[in-house]
């Protein structure tokens, strides 16, 4: 037995088959304008899959409500909100059908998958154009009264502005492009930190404030949940030697405030671009751990 699992984007649908812990199976079509395209599309997804289907699990952008049973918020594809999604899925599949925000999604994969399937507190910091990210009490997620929790990009790190505006390489290369006075498509971020190695003066300043503003957001995190693991995930965690600069930042903000007891442990995520999927498979199999494995 298998769980489809999909992952829905604005720009592209990923979609893949787990099954015996793996995924396979792989895919993507683009994302439809209207939600009977979607439906339509899925379905014949699904007719392709030669597997037997237990179940669906599904990736979504949004503020997914499961127990009203429908996506609130606003997204890039704006015809999943507002409706009771899961009966109109499970009708299209007849199989039961799970659905959880990508965040989230991406946090269940390295939890319960990935780095951080050895603990049972854990904060997962997804680190792109902005910052979202995950956060595990007692071994469950925690969605927060307004199903705002996790989203760690929205801590005010300096002078008003967040997490979000500081703490990412594309913010960073953003903010180098304005300095040099070139358009901001111009220089990504790995360009800014390949510049900084070879001694330009503006680009290891940013690059400072880059992992200054990252590990002031780690520190923050870990002070206010203090879970055992700090899991980093999106583009930026394939930088080499990301950990060993933020591990001494913190080093040096835990002296500057006295703190001894510990070292907050931070690791690398184990998925990347299949982080969705797998969190997708992850979340069916823990509301349907007798149907799925």
Request: hydrophobic share 40%; with cysteine.
């Amino acid at each position: 037995m298998a769980i489809l699992v999909f992952d829905m984007g604005g720009s592209a649908v990923k979609y893949g088959v787990w099954s015996q812990d793996s995924l396979v199976s792989k895919g993507k079509f683009t994302t439809p304008n209207t939600w009977e395209e979607m439906k339509a599309q899925l379905q014949q997804v699904r007719t392709s899959v030669n597997e037997e289907i237990e179940g669906v699990g599904i990736s979504a952008p949004g503020a997914v409500n499961a127990q009203e049973r429908r996506i609130d918020g606003i997204s890039a594809i704006p015809y999943i909100h507002g409706f009771d999604i899961y009966s109109e899925l499970e009708a299209a599949f007849g199989v039961p059908v799970t659905i959880e925000n990508d965040a989230n999604c991406a946090g269940m994969a390295e939890f319960y998958q990935g780095a951080g399937k050895e603990f049972q507190q854990a904060a997962f910091v997804v680190i792109g154009t902005g910052v979202g990210g995950t956060l595990f009490q007692n071994g469950e997620l925690v969605r927060g009264a307004h199903l705002y929790g996790g989203e760690f990009g929205l801590m005010i790190l300096d002078q008003g502005k967040t997490f979000s505006q500081l703490g990412t390489a594309v913010q960073m290369a953003w903010r180098y492009c304005d300095r040099i006075g070139v358009d901001r498509a111009t220089i990504t971020g790995e360009e800014v930190f390949q510049r900084a190695e070879d001694g330009d003066a503006i680009a290891i300043e940013e690059v400072n404030k880059f992992y200054r503003y990252l590990a002031q957001g780690l520190f923050s995190i870990q002070f206010a949940f203090d879970p055992e693991v700090i899991i980093i995930g999106g583009g930026v965690s394939a930088k080499k030697g990301l950990l060993q600069e933020v591990d001494q930042r913190l080093k040096k903000m835990l002296a500057d405030q006295a703190l001894n007891d510990f070292v907050p442990l931070i690791k690398l995520c184990d998925y990347r671009n299949d982080a969705n999927l797998v969190g997708a498979a992850a979340n069916f199999q823990a509301l349907y751990p007798r149907n799925s494995r």
